[in-house]
């Protein structure tokens, strides 16, 4: 089997109607590849994954922070590692600067990494893996706009979990799209038939928002928000070993595999 062709140097930034999607396959990595990706993280990166309690979430973590890293230094002409981000008041990581050249968002779940692209717009995604029926009751008639928790309610048995995961990633891709928390999206309302519909900004917050449901893998469901209403189109990417830049430095100590 030849070699996959070296991914571009430079990857074009998307036009104003377009979101790049990247996915990242989480486990089954090459260790090696894994230490090469923790070698592009910057310290507080490491600080966080060193706490997490299992090897197996520290390589997930590793391999969807060190990827996305690697994607976006494409973009910006820049090595992984010295990409500078900061976070907003709720914790949504941006590019530092006054006037950053792109948006991203990163979500992930499972063994799965979902990192999105925008040019200028405020950008949010959610993927979700699909929950019980006992959850799905107690979340909606708890937290949803109370029209949608009827609808979920009078949506026959096995169908309403589906709906519900619609609908939940609608709303988580909102709050994030404007870097707010879980509890200002839950009451948003978002149901539609439609894949791509326009709803108010969450919270107190002025203006609105595009959303577009996305295909995902069975048992699970993804959407994308950009800031302002204007229509756009998801572009899908997926991530290879290949686009991992080395920074030029020894190899990081294994410590994606530690027990
Ligand atoms: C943002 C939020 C909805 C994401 O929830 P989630 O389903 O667990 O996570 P996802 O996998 O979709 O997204 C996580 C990623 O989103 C980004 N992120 C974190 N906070 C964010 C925010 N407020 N807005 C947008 N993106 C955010 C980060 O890249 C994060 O990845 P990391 O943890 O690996 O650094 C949730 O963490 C939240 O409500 N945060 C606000 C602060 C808060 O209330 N924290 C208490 C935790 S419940």
Redesign the pocket.
């Known amino acids: 089997m030849g070699r996959a062709p070296a991914p571009p140097a430079r990857l074009s930034l998307p036009a104003h109607d377009l979101a790049h999607l990247w996915w990242i396959a989480l486990d089954g990595q090459d260790p090696y590849e894994c230490d090469r990706l923790f070698d592009v993280l910057d310290p507080s990166?490491r600080q966080?994954c060193g706490k997490l309690s299992s090897p197996g979430s520290r390589v997930r973590?590793t391999v969807?922070?060190g990827a996305?890293r690697c994607v976006l230094a494409r973009y910006l002409g820049i090595r992984p590692h010295n990409i500078r981000t900061t976070?907003?008041?709720?914790?949504?990581?941006e590019l530092d600067g006054i006037k950053p050249i792109l948006r991203f968002?990163?979500?992930?779940?499972d063994g799965i990494?979902l990192l999105a692209i925008a040019r200028t717009r405020e950008i949010?995604?959610?993927?979700?893996r699909r929950r019980d029926a006992e959850f799905v009751s107690a979340v909606s008639a708890r937290h949803f706009a109370r029209n949608e928790a009827r609808w979920l309610a009078a949506t026959p048995c096995g169908r309403r979990e589906a709906v519900f995961l619609r609908l939940w990633t609608r709303k988580?891709a909102s709050?994030?799209?404007?870097?707010?928390?879980?509890?200002d999206?839950l009451p948003l309302p978002v149901a539609g038939r439609c894949r791509s519909l326009v709803v108010p900004a969450p919270g107190n917050r002025t203006g609105s928002l595009r959303l577009r449901d996305i295909r995902a893998p069975r048992d699970h469901a993804a959407a994308v928000a950009l800031t302002g209403a204007l229509p756009f189109r998801a572009v899908h990417h997926w991530w290879r070993p290949e686009f991992t830049e080395s920074t030029g430095a020894a190899v990081a100590p294994a410590i994606t595999r530690q027990g």
């Open positions: 990166e966080r973590f969807s922070h996305a976070t907003s008041r709720w914790g949504k990581p968002n990163l979500s992930h779940v990494a949010g995604v959610d993927i979700e988580e709050v994030k799209a404007v870097g707010g928390r879980l509890g999206g």
